[in-house]
């Protein structure tokens, strides 16, 4: 197992087999689903890049168990922590 990646055994996909479902995407789609639906990524098989973003919403006063801070996209009540431009953006560091 990888270092922040978590990996369900493929032992313990089997029983739910039947009920898998496939989602297929094309370019600049996108798909919303809760945090606790189990979901993977098959592989690339493709000569180009698939690029993904992976944005998650949350009450910024939870923790989210990482050394990093991260940032606020937008708060009511933290108006001084917010990230409003690109700049500000292009100087977050994530670690």
């Known amino acids: 197992m990888r270092e922040f990646y978590l990996e369900i055994p493929e032992e313990h996909l089997e029983e739910h087999q039947d009920r898998i479902v496939d989602v297929e995407l094309d370019p600049g789609d996108l798909v919303v689903f809760h945090n606790m639906l189990c979901h993977r990524g098959l592989a690339n098989r493709t000569q180009t890049i698939r690029w993904s973003l992976d944005w998650r919403y949350q009450d910024a006063a939870q923790p989210?168990?990482?050394?990093?801070?991260?940032?606020?996209?937008?708060?009511?009540?933290?108006?001084?922590?917010?990230?409003?431009?690109?700049?500000q953006w292009a100087d977050l560091s994530f670690g």
Do not use: P
């Open 64 to 87: 989210t168990l990482r050394a990093e801070q991260g940032h606020i996209a937008r708060s009511l009540t933290h108006q001084d922590r917010v990230v409003t431009n690109a700049a």
